[in-house]
């Protein structure tokens, strides 16, 4: 089992930054893909970013060039920078772990983004 704990949503202007943070505990694999998808009122949910332990990331269109995913393998957590925020990145934003053949998924943290 993995447990993961978020943190750092909370309410920021359009065009303001927030970082947000994942820490992962429980039985971690060195291969594995952390990260962070997104779901608005109404809408399903949505990818954001992603890293593999390998260090590959990737993008869903509407992150790249504002939002930046970085990991610390030392301590299982993983990041997201977001700037140039908007209020259509108003959402939950879920931290996401996978190790083949299991994923598992936070709580979530609402970023509200006002305009």
């Known amino acids: 089992q993995v447990q993961l704990v978020e943190s750092g949503g909370g309410v920021v202007q359009a065009g303001g930054s927030l970082r947000l943070s994942c820490a992962a505990s429980?039985?971690?694999?060195?291969?594995?893909?952390m990260g962070w998808y997104r779901q608005a009122p109404e809408k399903q949910r949505e990818l954001v970013a992603t890293?593999?332990?390998?260090?590959?990331?990737n993008y869903a269109d509407s992150a790249k060039g504002r939002f930046i995913i970085s990991r610390d393998y030392a301590k299982n957590t993983v990041y997201l920078q977001m700037n140039g925020l908007k209020p259509d990145d108003t959402a939950v934003y879920y931290c996401?772990?996978?190790?083949?053949?299991?994923?598992?998924w936070g709580k979530g943290t609402l970023v509200t983004v006002s305009s």
């Open positions: 996401y772990y996978a190790q083949y053949p299991n994923y598992y």
């Open positions: 429980g039985i971690i694999f060195s291969a594995n893909l």
């Open positions: 890293e593999t332990s390998g260090g590959k990331t």
